[in-house]
T-cell receptor, first 110, second 114 residues
Framework: RKEVEQDPGPFNVPEGATVAFNCTYS??????FFWYRQDCRKEPKLLMS???SGNEDGRFTAQLNRASQYISLLIRDSKLSDSATYLC???????????FGTGTRLLVSP | NAGVTQTPKFQVLKTGQSMTLQCAQD?????MYWYRQDPGMGLRLIYY???????DKGEVPNGYNVSRLNKREFSLRLESAAPSQTSVYFC?????????????FGPGTRLTVT
């Protein structure tokens, strides 16, 4: 079983739609959680950290459910510029080693 | 600030050739990392350096060596390239002491081994 699993998509949505991605992780000792964004043929960049209480950054909301070991990302009012691959990332206790999911591809169309 | 820079951007090697991928960061970060990214596999850690003078194996270290030349630079060497090493290689750095483990990535090196 992969340490971090994501639906690869693609998720095809129209502009203005709300879309949600989930990610599950297998290591219950995982401590920190993130969503990274990766544009086509570019490097990954941090989108947002995910906190136990849930957190919001503009149109983006991230949630963590430790009991079920999943993380979610909700994007409201999708923009064309949101088209990218979204990587779910967790860290394991002891060092800042990141474990990446394979990513979920989002395509926002006009 | 340039952030994390990598050279070269593209490279084609024949099986058995060697090469070194260069990485440098100007953010005064302690930790540096090398990843490879393959379709359907996600990013996988090859080697990392928690601080200057230390290096450790990651998930997929076979066929690679690294050198933490100083705090800024972390190189990845392929001694005898194989087609299985065709991939996109990313270098990253982080400031373990302050950031919540955010890693900053370079633009990547696209390597093809024929």
């Amino acid at each position: 079983r992969k340490e971090v699993e994501q639906d690869p998509g693609p998720f095809n949505v129209p502009e203005g739609a709300t879309v949600a991605f989930n990610c599950t992780y297998s290591n219950s000792a995982s401590q920190s959680f993130f969503w990274y964004r990766q544009d086509c043929r570019k490097e990954p960049k941090l989108l947002m950290s995910v906190y136990s209480s849930g957190n919001e950054d503009g149109r983006f909301t991230a949630q963590l459910n430790r009991a079920s070991q999943y993380i979610s990302l909700l994007i409201r009012d999708s923009k064309l510029s949101d088209s990218a691959t979204y990587l779910c990332v967790v860290t394991v206790t002891g060092f800042q080693k990141l474990v990446f999911g394979t990513g979920t591809r989002l395509l926002v169309s006009p | 600030n340039a952030g994390v820079t990598q050279t070269p951007k593209f490279q084609v090697l024949k099986t058995g050739q060697s090469m070194t991928l260069q990485c440098a960061q100007d953010m005064n970060h302690n930790s540096m990392y090398w990843y490879r990214q393959d379709p359907g596999m996600g990013l996988r850690l090859i080697y990392y350096s928690a601080s200057e003078g230390t290096t450790d194996k990651g998930e997929v270290p076979n066929g690679y060596n690294v050198s933490r030349l100083n705090k800024r630079e972390f190189s990845l060497r392929l001694e005898s390239a194989a087609p299985s090493q065709t991939s996109v290689y990313f270098c990253a750095s982080s400031d373990a002491g302050t950031a919540p483990y955010e890693q900053y990535f370079g633009p990547g090196t696209r390597l093809t081994v024929t």
